[in-house]
């Protein structure tokens, strides 16, 4: 893997890796480069339980890498065999979300401690936007949700039981990324 050149003087972000398996993945990751403006290379839908360090390196291959990168394996949780499968990967952190990406995005809106669906966090979703929620999308009103309320939903997920239904621990990724813009 080749270096990143570094410029005399000049402090390089760290690149964040997020392997995803999803759509709606892609979409919220791309939300927080532009809200970030830090760089986040996404690598989407990559099947599933095929997902393993050797898989990881290969998607880096040819690529600028820093010693400071991070790599992240964003997942839903709703089939416990992904969750023995991330969790074989010591070089990456594991964000997952259980049923579903969607419960973060509740989060933004409500305290879930009921257990739940993926198709209840959808459906919730559309009640609380007044319009139906599409997966693989994040319109206007879900998106200033995400902007303003993302406070509560870190702190709703640091409560919440980790790989258990309903959890979620994105707040690991938001919180590296603020971590990261306050130090700019």
């Known amino acids: ?30 939300f927080l480069r532009s809200k970030y403006r830090l760089p986040i290379e996404i690598n989407s839908k990559i099947g599933g339980l095929d997902i393993n ?3 990881i390196q290969k998607s880096k291959q040819g690529k600028p890498v820093d010693i400071k990168d991070k790599d992240f394996l964003m997942y839903d ?14 070089t990456a952190t594991m964000i997952v979300s259980n049923p579903s990406i969607e419960l973060w995005f509740l989060y933004h809106y409500k305290d879930q401690k009921a257990i ?3 198709s209840d966090c959808t459906k919730e979703l559309s009640n609380r936007n007044r319009k139906e929620y599409k997966k ?24 919440s039981n980790h790989y258990k239904n309903p959890s979620s621990n ?15």
């Not at 003087?9 to 892609?26: A, D, H, L, M, S």
């Not at 693989?136 to 409560?159: P, Q, T, Y």
């Not at 994105?170 to 990261?180: C, G």
């Open 116 to 118: 739940l669906k993926s």
């Open 170 to 184: 994105l707040h690991i990724l938001i919180e590296e990324l603020e971590k990261i813009k306050k130090e700019k």
């Open 53 to 55: 360090e050797s898989f």
């Open 77 to 90: 949780g709703d089939t416990p065999e992904i969750i023995k499968q991330l969790q074989k990967i010591s």
């Open 136 to 159: 693989g999308v994040i319109d206007d009103k879900l998106m200033v949700k995400l902007n303003e309320n993302c406070k509560k939903a870190c702190e709703r997920a640091k409560n």
């Open 1 to 30: 893997m080749s270096k990143r050149n570094r410029a005399k003087g000049k402090r390089i972000n760290p690149t964040y890796w997020i392997f995803c398996e999803g759509q709606t993945e892609v979409a919220y990751i791309s």
